[in-house]
């Protein structure tokens, strides 16, 4: 697009890639990300020392932070993102899914909002009907949430509950929902404008996932069927357009067993997987957010939007799945990425470089795609057997077994699916 980069970056990360290939790199402190990353004053100085239009806030830290919004909007910097309005409404569950739920939206039979009291809320568990799920109003990605199976556990569970929220986000206000038996956790990708246009890019099938991390996100999902798609992507618009969305952000829902769908939470940033959508439909969704972040109007419309790929991403994590995917930080020996037809990596790494043990343990995303699913699942496999990287553990040799699977390769995973494969697979397949 022609435009010039500024990347920020803490100590630890002076090796990293995306500092090297910027126009301009400024270190905005020490290694904790409480001493960079989350210091909003210091992004903002950096940004006004080179004087840049716009920050792009990617995924994780401040990506979710309607006061960093704010901010940078006082000082006359476009954060390429959605109102400050949108990330706070949104930001809280309970108003979310009330939110979208006035606009016709299907929700998980629940609790009307936060619950007040330990006698109300027994109430509302046994009204739902066991098992429930109790969940923090301020969590999201699966932080906080407790299962109860009978009135004995609900009193325990709600009481570690509040006490969890309390902890991890200073407010312990929750909220009941029916809990449903393992699920599929399917998401739409939104893009919107500043004109009030509003697109779906269909969805995501994220249900492989171990502890409410993703491994493996494919599109489209095995799962759905076209009329299904058609109506979970017009019930992503109606809560995006509910939220007076713009830029691009993720409705979630769950999908039971016999195909009923119910949304759970909105993802107010890109995402790690939006790749995946990109490689289905030909559309660079950072790009777009910077076209729509500039106001532009998206010159396209819904029927212009073609899903004409399958697309499969893995996440590489530096993580040994044989000892309970403890992180493995340290230096890289050989890095080698795979490359060819239908081939994606995105990735910070290299030969000689040292991942330090400060931050999530990702440092690559294999994205492989093809014209239908077969052919994606064999190139993930044979760019799985040439993607080398020394001297540290990965998840490259799970997901090389994964790629094989029967379970996975009909397309019978679920959320459950992780655990199910990891307690019936040795894990010397994984060394
Ligand atoms: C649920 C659910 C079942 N029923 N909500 C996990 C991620 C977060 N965004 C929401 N999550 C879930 N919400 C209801 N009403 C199941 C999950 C879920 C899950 C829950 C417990 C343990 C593992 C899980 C894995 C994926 C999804």
């Known amino acids: 697009m022609g435009i010039k980069t500024l990347a920020v970056y803490s100590e630890a990360d002076v090796q990293s890639l995306h500092v ?4 301009e790199a400024i270190c905005i402190g020490g290694n904790k990300s409480a001493d960079s990353y989350l210091r909003a004053d210091r ?80 109430k509302i568990a046994r009204k739902i009907g066991y098992p429930v799920i109790i969940k923090a109003v301020a969590g999201g990605g699966g932080r906080g949430m407790r299962i109860a199976h009978n009135d004995v556990s609900f ?8 006490g969890e929220a309390e902890k991890a986000f200073g407010n312990g206000a929750v909220y009941i929902e029916k809990y449903i038996e393992k699920p599929r956790h399917i998401e739409f990708q939104i893009l919107a404008d500043s004109h009030g246009k509003v697109l ?8 492989v996932q171990r502890r409410h991390q993703k491994l493996i996100e ?10 299904l798609r058609k109506k979970m992507g017009k019930a992503a618009i109606k809560a995006a357009e ?25 993802n107010t940033r890109i995402q790690v997987e939006h790749p995946v959508t990109e490689e289905v439909t030909g559309i660079d969704l950072i790009k777009q957010q910077i076209h729509v972040a500039n106001g532009d109007k998206l010159d396209f419309d819904q029927g212009d939007v073609k899903f004409e790929k ?21 230096t890289i020996g050989l890095y080698y990425a795979p ?57 490259i040799p799970l997901h090389r077994a994964i790629m094989a699977d029967p379970v996975f390769i009909e397309g019978k995973a679920t959320t459950a699916y992780m655990e199910d494969f990891l307690g019936r697979t040795a894990t010397d397949l994984f060394s």
């Open 242 to 266: 509910a939220a007076e969305y713009e830029n691009a952000g993720t409705i979630e829902f769950l999908v039971d067993a016999k195909g009923n769908y119910y949304f759970i939470e909105m």
């Open 200 to 207: 779906h890019l269909g969805e995501r099938d994220c249900s």
């Open 20 to 23: 090297q290939l910027a126009d």
């Open 310 to 330: 399958h697309a499969i991403e893995c996440r590489i994590n530096a993580e040994d799945p044989a000892r309970n995917f403890a992180p493995s930080p340290g």
């Open 43 to 122: 992004i903002i100085s950096a940004a006004e020392i080179a004087d840049v239009d716009a920050i792009h806030p990617g995924y994780g830290f401040l990506s979710e932070n309607p006061k960093f919004a704010e901010q940078c909007e006082s000082c006359n910097i476009k954060f390429i993102g959605p109102k400050s309005k949108s990330i706070k409404m949104m930001g809280d569950k309970a108003v979310a899914k009330d939110t979208v739920k006035k606009a016709g939206v299907p929700i998980v039979p629940g609790s009307d909002g936060p619950v007040e009291s330990e006698s109300d809320a027994v």
């Open 218 to 227: 494919e599109s489209p999902s095995p799962f759905l069927t076209p009329d």
């Open 155 to 162: 009193a325990k569970e709600y009481h570690v509950a509040r």
């Open 339 to 395: 490359g060819g037809h239908g081939v994606r990596v995105d990735s910070h790494a290299y030969s000689g470089y040292t991942i330090p043990p400060y931050y999530d343990s990702m440092i690559g995303k294999l994205i492989c795609y093809g014209s239908t699913r077969k052919v994606a699942l064999e190139r993930a496999y044979r760019a799985l057997s040439e993607y080398l990287i020394r001297g540290i553990k990965t998840t």
